[in-house]
């Protein structure tokens, strides 16, 4: 038996990079994976054939994070066709970096609004059913900058510094429940995201990093579902970094 096996798992964004790993480490755990995107619909369906391959089912939904009618038609129809989510994974995030003074108020506010009114709608659907299940997993991604601050990035360091409060405020109202709450903080990791990065900047991320390169999105994904699984039941509230070594 899997250790996630008739259990829902819930990934925002699980089109490519960080949340796609994620998806796919849960199939491999036994869950049944439902996963949301905003733009990329063929993606979306390669990665549920992936999923489905691991001979569980899986339900790609388009929604916004940021539309809370979107967050509740998504967890409606994954309650229809899957079930109760048990283990939610708030992955889904954005940057618009730009220095402090020349960021604009737009700038600001798209970061806040994906990384944590997403955040808000998806937590805030599905923590009543896991409370009924008796059992639940709230796992988000984080980012060590919530930890060190970076430059150009105040919006985004903002939003990862709020998602670990937010773990810890959370982990103590729901630890009777059943409920464990935590984050994973990844260091910078290949993806779309870090490709933005101006490649000279890339190689002084990498001559920082002691383990000397990016993480990839399997090695977040693994710490993921070790937080998913019942091996990790007497962990709540914490922040756990895979960084590579670029801050301890
Ligand atoms: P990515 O490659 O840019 O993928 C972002 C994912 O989020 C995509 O699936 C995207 O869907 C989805 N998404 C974005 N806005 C959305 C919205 N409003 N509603 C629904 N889905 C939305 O990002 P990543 O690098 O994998 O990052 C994943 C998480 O890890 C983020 O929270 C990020 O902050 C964090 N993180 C990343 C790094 C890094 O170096 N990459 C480091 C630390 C932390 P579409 O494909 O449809 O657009």
């Given at each position: 038996m899997k250790e996630l096996q008739g259990k829902v798992c819930l990934v925002t964004g699980g089109t490519r990079g960080i949340g796609r790993a994620i998806a796919l480490a849960m199939a491999?755990?036994?869950?049944?994976?439902?996963?949301?995107y905003q733009n990329s619909r063929e993606r979306a369906e390669e990665v549920c054939s992936l999923v489905q391959e691991k001979g569980v089912r899986c339900r790609a939904i388009a929604a916004n994070v940021v539309s809370e009618e979107d967050v509740g038609r998504m967890v409606q129809e994954i309650l229809d066709n899957l079930g109760?989510?048990?283990?939610?994974?708030?992955n889904a995030g954005i940057?618009?970096?730009?220095?402090?003074?020349?960021?604009?108020?737009?700038?600001?506010?798209?970061?806040?609004?994906v990384n944590l009114?997403?955040?808000?709608?998806?937590?805030?659907?599905v923590l009543p059913s896991m409370i009924n299940l008796g059992w639940g997993r709230v796992?988000?991604?984080?980012?060590?900058?919530?930890?060190?601050?970076?430059?150009g990035q105040t919006n985004y360091a903002a939003t990862k510094g709020a998602i670990n409060s937010f773990t810890m405020a959370l982990a103590r109202e729901v630890a009777r429940k059943g409920i464990t709450v935590n984050a994973v903080a990844p260091g910078f990791t290949d993806t779309d995201m870090a490709r933005e990065i101006p490649s000279n900047v890339l190689?002084?991320?990498?001559?920082?990093?002691?383990?000397?390169?990016?993480?990839?999105?399997?090695?977040?994904?693994?710490?993921?579902?070790?937080?998913?699984?019942?091996?990790?039941?007497f962990i709540t509230g914490h922040v756990l970094s895979v960084n590579g070594g670029i801050l301890m």
């Amino acid at each position: 038996m899997k250790e996630l096996q008739g259990k829902v798992c819930l990934v925002t964004g699980g089109t490519r990079g960080i949340g796609r790993a994620i998806a796919l480490a849960m199939a491999d755990m036994g869950a049944d994976v439902a996963f949301n995107y905003q733009n990329s619909r063929e993606r979306a369906e390669e990665v549920c054939s992936l999923v489905q391959e691991k001979g569980v089912r899986c339900r790609a939904i388009a929604a916004n994070v940021v539309s809370e009618e979107d967050v509740g038609r998504m967890v409606q129809e994954i309650l229809d066709n899957l079930g109760p989510v048990s283990v939610l994974v708030n992955n889904a995030g954005i940057t618009r970096d730009r220095t402090f003074l020349k960021m604009t108020r737009q700038m600001w506010d798209e970061v806040m609004n994906v990384n944590l009114d997403g955040l808000f709608n998806a937590t805030h659907a599905v923590l009543p059913s896991m409370i009924n299940l008796g059992w639940g997993r709230v796992i988000s991604i984080s980012s060590f900058v919530g930890l060190t601050g970076n430059f150009g990035q105040t919006n985004y360091a903002a939003t990862k510094g709020a998602i670990n409060s937010f773990t810890m405020a959370l982990a103590r109202e729901v630890a009777r429940k059943g409920i464990t709450v935590n984050a994973v903080a990844p260091g910078f990791t290949d993806t779309d995201m870090a490709r933005e990065i101006p490649s000279n900047v890339l190689d002084q991320i990498k001559a920082m990093t002691p383990m000397g390169r990016l993480g990839t999105p399997e090695e977040v994904a693994n710490a993921v579902a070790f937080l998913a699984s019942p091996r990790s039941s007497f962990i709540t509230g914490h922040v756990l970094s895979v960084n590579g070594g670029i801050l301890m």
